[in-house]
């Protein structure tokens, strides 16, 4: 989400946590995702027409689907994903999807890096991501490439990197 107008987006680990668990919902695949001014286009394949029965199966077709996110839409998800996972579950990655997994920790980079554009695609559980900084010296384009090895990597040391909770005062206790 921005602050205001012309900002870098704030939170992408939980912003791209929240569009990933609903690709996630949806089956998406090789993923392209586009920041845009006022939220992000997602494009990716699902498969249509999928019919299971107790004789035959159809793994219909292939199509592409391409989705676009406002800034409104991401807020929903957020509180949505929230609301799911509630307090006992926050910190526990085993219940989230490939893309939810995934797109929380390259949006944990992508907030290192606080870029002003973002672009990503997947294939094959493999991203890339193309991060615009503008500053005082000029524009210029950084690439980074996630491999599975490395999605799995991170993802194994995120709760590593989360902050401890802080314990409440004990009643009564005297400082």
């Known amino acids: 989400m921005r602050i205001y107008e012309g900002s870098p987006r704030q939170d992408f680990e939980e912003v791209l946590r929240s569009i990933g668990a609903f ?3 949806r089956s998406m695949r090789d993923i392209l995702l ?30 592409k689907e391409t989705l676009t996110f406002l800034d409104e839409d991401v807020a929903r998800f957020m509180d949505e994903a929230v609301a799911r996972r509630g307090a006992s579950e926050a910190a526990d990655d085993t219940h989230q ?3 939810q997994r995934a797109l929380r920790v390259i949006g944990r980079y992508i907030d290192e890096q606080k870029p002003r554009d973002v672009f990503l695609f997947e294939q ?49 206790a005297k400082a």
């Open 124 to 172: 094959d559980g493999a991203f890339v991501v193309r991060l615009h900084h503008g500053g005082q010296a000029g524009a210029r384009h950084v690439l980074a490439e996630f491999l599975k090895d490395d999605i799995d990597a991170l993802v194994a040391d995120a709760p590593t990197l989360r902050k401890p909770p802080t314990p409440p005062a004990a009643a009564g």
């Open 97 to 99: 999807g490939t893309y």
């Open 23 to 25: 690709l996630d919902e």
């Open 34 to 63: 586009v920041e845009a001014p006022d939220g992000f286009i997602v494009q990716g394949l699902v498969a249509v027409g999928a019919k299971t029965g107790t004789w035959s199966e159809s793994m219909g077709q292939i199509e």
